[in-house]
């Protein structure tokens, strides 16, 4: 079986600027969980959808926001983009809820905003 | 409040010799709890998952956990260190009551030759 994949892997972009990153989970897997990396902040929980639903928000800005496609495959858009907003976002999934069932990650995007 | 604290934030062992990386969790509830490492520039991979039936958990790599109520700590062992395992390591704590997934803030594993 293929892992999570997330596309794409690296992206430069400038102050203001949006951004949308892909994520395809795990063939079966209908729950996708989003995550911010930085070294000052650590992994933080963004978002999780189930269904094409969002089913639990982490605590950051209206600026970023997802969606779940009927195939399971999720977005995040993150608008007007801020120093930082630099970090490595990592996408997981999971068969059912992803609060309780067991993750895969995928190898994340890396956004640089300059 | 539910919380996890992984004890050390940088381990460093000889090759060859035990590794231990100390994880506690507060919770309220009964708690999944999840070992992830993370290799540079690389996603999280799960070397293993407690979800209350044996109290010790064995995971890829040779690496085991013990989950342990009264002390409240998942500790990640493994006998022998080898140079690959030198990683970040994450602690993780999944509330189903609370709908709630906390990473601890990690612990860097560095290996010695």
């Known amino acids: 079986k293929a892992g999570v994949t997330q596309t794409p892997r690296y992206l430069i972009k400038t102050r203001g600027q949006q951004v949308t990153l892909s994520c395809s989970p795990i063939s079966g897997h209908r729950s996708v969980s989003w995550y911010q990396q930085t070294p000052g902040q650590g992994l933080q929980f963004l978002f999780e959808?189930?269904?094409?639903?969002?089913?639990n928000k982490g605590n950051f800005p209206g600026r970023f926001s997802g969606r779940q496609f009927s195939n399971s495959r999720s977005e995040m858009n993150v608008s007007t983009l801020e120093l930082g907003d630099s970090a490595l976002y990592l996408c997981a999934s999971s068969l059912d809820r992803g609060d309780t069932d067991t993750q895969y990650f995928g190898p994340g995007t890396r956004l640089t905003v300059l | 409040a539910q919380s996890v604290t992984q004890l050390d934030s940088h381990v460093s062992v000889s090759e060859g010799t035990p590794v231990l990386l100390r994880c506690n969790y507060s919770?309220?509830?009964?708690?999944?709890l999840f070992w992830y490492v993370q290799h540079p520039n690389k996603g999280l991979q799960l070397l293993l998952k407690?979800?209350?039936?044996?109290?010790l958990v064995k995971g890829i790599n040779g690496f085991e956990a013990e989950f342990k109520k009264s002390e409240t700590s998942f500790h990640l062992t493994k006998p022998s260190a080898h140079m690959s395992d030198a990683a970040e390591y994450f602690c993780v704590v999944s509330l189903s009551s609370a709908s709630k997934i906390i990473f601890g803030s990690g612990t860097r594993l560095s290996i010695r030759p």
């Open positions: 959808y189930f269904s094409e639903t969002q089913r």
């Open positions: 407690y979800t209350s039936a044996a109290t």
């Open positions: 919770s309220s509830y009964s708690p999944s």
